[in-house]
């Protein structure tokens, strides 16, 4: 008989999983709580302009591209995706930026110019984080977490210092130049952790980064998900939006199903795609594998102040993806991990993707994502919404030297209220929980309860961790998890 399957949530690791689950005969139902798909990365369009409203940045598209090729498709079968060059620019301070260039070879020569002598070390250093990659991306993040001995393999065995050394301390060993160690300590931030506390394996990042470029899905990343709903629909997945669960239904330790809006909705197996620990609270404490100490305990990722920006002109002496390292990260980093408060003098992240994709806004304008990182769990207003977007917009228009508080047509925000309101997330946390050393594969929340059967668990909570390439790995390792124990 065929098995149903009910999955909560629609981000990526929930698609992902719907469509490995189709795809090996599973009766697959979606049920999403919010009117629109893609969890985190759902899209705001106002005005002719169109916002991702979480992620920007396109990453290690072998991922993808081994995502769809399980299912003998491509990503171009979905979108149309540009490699950009530039591929960033950091701002230090008025007129002071390093452009990161879309390949490696012209990227040793940035770094030539910043600081003689240093494109050979960053050879020396790319060849490792390749190796790194290697091992990481193309083997180890698809193991499913179970156990320890996953990532014991002669590969590992052998670079063990990798996981006892930090990200900072590799960074800061070779490099003296202190913009250079930023722009190089900026790819493991994505993991969630301070790049001190971030093990030195984890500088694959910076392999994804510059060996293998950043993308723009033409339309932003939610093609992304339009692209991936398509696919699940022709495998015969079913879609419920407005749709939240109140309650996964057990029975003498089984999971039985899920209520929506006061309805049963019966399977076989159920499926959390949403925050971990929103999942739990679903169940009766009892069922409940992680506890609120636990929570309490662990590194979660940072929560977000968010901007979306309708501009009435085109703006300057900006790339698609900018970011602003010209306060200390130190004090910034200080005030989301150690002492969590509303930073003093935030770095920041802009987007302008109406650069090079024109379907982001209408001719002539410029569409801008403006994005704080937060500690979660801040006190969030209005005011203090107000006041952090008048700082970045008065260092934004002095360090790139224009006018642009008189041209916003209309600016939206998000912060952690919207992330605890809209995606039930744990402190208003945005991206999960972070990738440290003791929070890696194993030690990470499970992908199967481990003690309700027929109960399984994906998303950047669990194994392997934040971010989009994550997520849909997460999807798949856990739909492998129930193709192992629930057979038809
Ligand atoms: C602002 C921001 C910027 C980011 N930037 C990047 C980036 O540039 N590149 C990158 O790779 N990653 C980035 N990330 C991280 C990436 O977006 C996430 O890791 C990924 O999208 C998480 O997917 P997920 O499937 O784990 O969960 P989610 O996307 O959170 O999906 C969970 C879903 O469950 C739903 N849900 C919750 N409770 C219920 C319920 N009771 N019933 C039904 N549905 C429910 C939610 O509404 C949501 O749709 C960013 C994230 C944010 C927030």
Request: with cysteine.
């Amino acid at each position: 008989m065929v098995k149903k399957i009910n999955i909560i949530g629609s981000g990526f690791s929930s698609l992902a999983a719907s469509c490995y689950l189709a795809k090996a005969g599973y009766k697959v139902e979606v049920f999403e709580k919010n009117s629109s798909l893609g969890g985190r990365a759902r899209q705001l369009k106002k005005d002719g302009f169109t916002f991702d409203i979480g992620p920007t940045w396109y990453w290690m598209p072998d991922v993808f591209e081994r995502f769809f090729s399980d299912f003998n498709k491509k990503a171009s079968d979905y979108y149309q995706l540009n490699k950009l060059d530039p591929a960033y620019q950091v701002y230090f301070g008025k007129n002071d930026s390093v452009i990161i260039p879309g390949s490696l070879e012209e990227i040793y020569q940035s770094f030539e110019e910043v600081e003689s002598g240093s494109s050979k070390k960053l050879q020396k250093f790319i060849k490792k984080a390749r190796d790194n990659y290697d091992i990481a991306i193309k083997d180890l993040v698809y193991r499913p977490g179970v156990t320890a001995l996953e990532l014991i393999t002669p590969a590992t065995a052998t670079r063990l210092s990798r996981f006892f050394s930090n990200i900072s301390n590799e960074v800061r060993k070779e490099f003296t130049n202190e913009k250079l160690r930023q722009i190089l300590e900026f790819p493991v931030l994505f993991l969630g952790a301070k790049p001190s506390d971030t093990p030195a394996f984890y500088s694959f990042m910076n392999y994804a980064d510059f060996g293998l470029g950043t993308w723009h899905p033409e339309g932003g990343m939610y093609q992304v998900i339009k692209g991936i709903k398509e696919l699940a629909e022709s495998l015969g997945v079913k879609f419920h939006v407005n749709s939240p669960a109140e309650r996964i239904i057990t029975e003498n330790g089984k999971a039985k199903g899920i209520t929506v809006k006061g309805i049963d909705h019966f399977a076989d197996i159920v499926l959390s795609g949403a925050d971990y620990h929103h999942s739990e609270t679903l169940l009766p404490e009892k069922e409940r594998q992680y506890s609120e100490k636990y929570w309490k305990k662990k590194t979660f990722a940072p929560s977000s102040l968010l901007f979306y920006v309708g501009f009435d002109k085109r703006i300057k002496n900006v790339s698609h993806h900018t970011l602003f390292f010209d306060s200390n990260f130190k004090d910034h980093a200080k005030d989301i991990y150690d002492h969590p408060k509303w930073p003093e003098n935030p770095l920041f992240y802009a987007s302008f993707p109406s650069i090079t994709d024109t379907s982001c806004a209408p001719d002539g304008k410029e569409a801008g994502i403006f994005l704080i990182p937060l500690a979660p769990d801040l006190t969030d207003t209005e005011e203090l919404r107000e006041h952090y977007f008048n700082i970045i917009l008065e260092r934004f228009e002095k360090i790139t030297d224009q006018k642009l508080k008189a041209n916003i047509i209309f600016k939206e925000s998000f912060c952690v209220k919207d992330f605890k309101e809209d995606y039930n997330s744990y402190k208003g946390n945005a991206y999960g929980m972070a990738n440290t050393l003791f929070q890696t594969a194993f030690l990470r929340p499970k992908l199967k309860s481990k003690k309700i059967d027929q109960l399984y668990f994906t998303g950047q909570l669990t194994v392997p961790g934040p971010g989009v390439p994550p997520s849909l790995i997460s999807g798949k390792l856990v739909a492998g998890l129930i193709e192992k124990h629930e057979q038809h």
